[in-house]
């Protein structure tokens, strides 16, 4: 017996290109704006940085629309590339995209 009736989720996959736009509607919508630091905070963040003693610290920082944390020893403070070096996987972070750092 053959059957004729239609599918109610063909017509949607159908539509390739609206899956595709639906998807990245999804990951815009998370994404969030860099936060502003105020003087405060960075000097704050500056404070830490520069007595830094070999401690864990976790950094939270902004790259592509999200913020995210590592939690990590720093491996080098680069002041002429204005970034710093963790241990883990080599992450490289821009003094800019720090949000907060916390000893």
Known sequence: MKDNTMKKWQPYAS???QEVELKKMRVN???VEKP???DDKIQ???YILTNYHDQELTIQFFKDGYLYN???KIKRIDVVNKSI???SDNLKI???DITDIID
């Open 94 to 96: 821009k003094f800019s």
């Open 15 to 17: 539509l390739i290109e």
């Open 36 to 38: 502003i630091l105020f």
């Open 44 to 46: 704050e963040i500056n």
């Open 85 to 87: 070096l963790l241990y």
């Open 29 to 31: 919508r998370e994404k």
């Open 70 to 72: 590592a939690t990590d």
